[in-house]
């Protein structure tokens, strides 16, 4: 994990050691303070502390995985809409071989994924991104792709990114919290 990744998802590390309802705890007390350790509940009122829907099920994807379908197409339909909103401001026309919303939809998986797991990043191309968001040469080339949707992607990377940061921002309020309680 890099540096930049390292610092983004920073504060999830914390919430995401024994991250199950009947997880057994290894930690005897929060930083040795002789308070009891963060359980299940703790760690599920940092999600309902974080103020935006979307940042809300960013954190959900990141602490628990792909396991909330909900909050992955919650996700997932944000960021399309994102891209369709504003290729639409722009006036740009739907490309010939895939339509908008659902070209859309795709890169805003693969956005996701991407995002969640930077590794996925430095192992595909251009034209392999493309083919792992599961539009194909026949549908849009590259070239048209890089000239006129890749912005739009960007758009989608940056409200993912800005979602990341105000739930790993919570999180670190609500951790110092957290421990400063356990001290008392």
Request: charged letters at 25%; zero cysteines.
């Amino acid at each position: 994990m890099s540096a930049v990744t390292a610092e983004k998802f920073s504060n999830f590390e914390w919430y995401m050691q024994g991250l199950t309802a009947s997880s057994a705890s290894l930690e005897p007390t929060i930083r040795s303070t002789g308070a009891k350790p963060l359980d299940y509940q703790d760690k599920l009122g940092v999600i309902a502390k974080i103020e935006t829907q979307l940042a809300k099920s960013v954190a959900s994807l990141v602490l628990f995985g792909y396991k909330s379908q909900n909050d992955y197409e919650y996700v997932r339909n944000h960021l399309a809409n994102v891209m369709i909103l504003n290729a639409t401001q722009d006036k740009k026309r739907e490309p010939d071989g895939i339509a908008m919303y659902h070209m859309a939809w795709l890169v805003a998986r693969m956005v996701i994924d991407f995002a969640l797991d930077p590794e996925l990043e430095s192992a595909y191309t251009a034209k392999g991104r493309l083919f792992y968001a599961g539009i194909r040469e026949n549908q849009m080339t590259t070239n048209v792709y890089r000239l006129t949707w890749k912005p739009y992607e960007n758009l989608m990377t940056l409200a993912l990114e800005s979602a990341i940061e105000e739930a790993n921002k919570t999180m670190g309020e609500y951790k110092k919290e957290t421990i400063k309680e356990a001290k008392l």
